[in-house]
């Protein structure tokens, strides 16, 4: 399960990797640290709006649905959404035809055990600029923006350093992202796209411990800390 991602991104670096502005500029923050437990509020680019950049509440809830959004979130997770289960009949998976986003992020984070204590790991692209992660969306009737990102199994460079999972978040490769989002486009036409692998060079080094504390956020929290028997990082 991925559920904290990092965007310190500016405002302006962020338009002008994904070619386009956001509708409201001024809620946009740059966040070290973004907790999806908490209900958390992200960027992203939706088929249905794909001229803009929207805000969207990380966790999908199913359409029509009236309740708090903690109150779904306690009952199924949906802060990621597994590839594979899209194969089957769940209330998410026609998403994957009709309403698909990127998610702008500068980063996320692995865990690594080792002698019985977790360290945290952190990926960023080599130059630190954003890219995009392959989200489904839900509009509520309400008019809020609900999405999710996708998971796929762990490449060979994340399992290196992440060996309490098996997953990772779907990166999309740079010249796709408009074929992400077109319309009109059949499942084998999407599949294709997610079996293309990125073109980023991506590192990941450790962080503090301190990152598995509830509510710690601070400046230096993603710069590289060296510990004993664990992977250095890779780039």
């Known amino acids: 399960m991925y559920y904290k991602i990092s965007n310190i991104a500016s405002q302006t670096i962020l338009e002008k990797h994904l070619n386009r502005p956001f509708k409201y500029p001024h809620l946009y923050e740059r966040q ?14 939706a088929m249905g709006k794909k001229e803009i950049i929207s805000f969207s509440i990380w966790g999908i809830l199913p ?9 779904f979130q306690d009952i199924c997770n949906t802060l990621n959404v ?21 998610i702008p992020i500068t980063g996320f984070f692995t865990s690594y055990l080792s002698k019985g204590v977790v360290y945290p790991y952190y990926f960023a692209r080599e130059n630190a600029l954003p890219f995009c992660l392959a989200g489904i969306y839900n509009v509520l009737d309400d008019g809020f923006i609900t999405s999710s990102m996708i998971t796929c199994e762990a490449d060979d460079i994340i ?26 486009v059949d499942m ?15 590192r990941a080094h450790p962080i503090a411990r301190e990152f598995y504390k ?19 990082g890779l780039s």
């Open 63 to 71: 359409e029509g649905y009236a309740e708090d959004w903690a109150t």
């Open 188 to 202: 084998s036409e999407i599949k294709q796209i997610l079996k293309t692998p990125h073109e980023f060079q991506i």
């Open 159 to 184: 399992r290196k350093v992440h060996n309490v999972g098996q997953t990772m978040p779907m990166i999309l490769h740079q010249d796709l992202h408009s074929a992400w989002l077109q319309e009109e």
């Open 32 to 45: 070290i640290l973004i907790n999806g437990l908490e209900e958390s509020v992200i960027p992203i680019v």
């Open 82 to 102: 597994p590839l594979n289960s899209m194969e089957g009949n769940l209330w998410y998976a026609k998403s994957l035809l009709n309403k698909r986003c990127l």
């Open 214 to 232: 509830n509510h710690i956020s601070y400046d230096s929290m993603l710069e590289p800390v060296t510990y004993n028997h664990i992977p250095k």
